[in-house]
């Protein structure tokens, strides 16, 4: 079997969507939606938030235009720091 370079898994340009799951609350999705734009542009159409069943967490999803890999690790780099993260997707 050929092992793919991750590079190679995507064409850039290209739509991305971030998904980060954390703690409820406004600290946890403005810090992931300020990570994502140190990086590309957000718009506010291009963010989805939903609380889990019992409130206690919240998934955020953000759509942006990638133009390369490094854009992609460094997105994913800055998200890992914000705090109360619990999983990335």
Not at 9 to 32: M, T
Not at 45 to 67: E, K, T, W
């Amino acid at each position: 079997m050929k092992q793919t370079n991750p590079e190679e898994l995507l064409d850039f340009p290209c739509h991305f969507q971030f998904k980060a799951v954390g703690l409820a609350g406004d600290i946890f999705q403005e810090g992931i939606i300020e990570a994502v734009k140190k990086h590309a542009m957000v718009s506010q159409d291009a963010v989805r938030c939903r609380p889990s069943g019992q409130g206690n967490y919240q998934a955020v999803s953000i759509l942006v235009m990638l133009h390369s890999y490094q854009q992609l690790t460094d997105i994913y780099a800055e998200m890992r720091q914000v705090p109360n993260l619990k999983m990335l997707l």
